[in-house]
């Protein structure tokens, strides 16, 4: 899936194949939410990349979400989502700070944490 320049890329393969272990089940099962993640090389909606993490199907796959419209959508550059992933920067302060922009379910969008990322020492 990777084949792109962001870090961000990397980090999504390693999501893919941890929601396939027992840990990302669990995950899957108690969010059961469908977010689209916007990353950009350095300015957001600029030459952005779109992924869909699924948390109905347990599966991430490139492109916009194609099933309606997704639970959360999230824009990102890809050092903030980078950081955001691996727990050095809190979601919170992220979209105070203006380095992450959120549409749909604000509700949703609460229960994307860093809980839902493989742990960095398995990075």
Do not use: C
Not at 32 to 45: E, M, R, T
Not at 93 to 122: E, Y
Request: aromatic residues 8%.
């Amino acid at each position: 899936m990777a084949s792109s320049e962001l870090k961000s890329a990397a980090l999504m393969d390693q999501m893919k194949a941890h929601l396939s272990t027992d840990a990302g089940k669990a995950v899957t099962k108690k969010i059961g939410l469908v977010y689209q993640i916007n990353i950009a090389p350095k300015k957001l909606g600029f030459n952005e990349e779109s992924y869909v993490v699924d948390l109905k199907k347990g599966e991430v796959t490139k492109g916009t979400y194609e099933g309606g419209k997704p639970d959360a959508t999230f824009s990102f550059t890809d050092e903030d989502f980078f950081k955001v992933a691996t727990g050095k920067m809190n979601p919170q302060m992220a979209f105070m700070r203006g380095a992450m922009k959120v549409k749909g379910s604000l509700s949703a969008a609460q229960k994307f944490t860093p809980d839902i990322f493989p742990k960095p020492s398995k990075m």
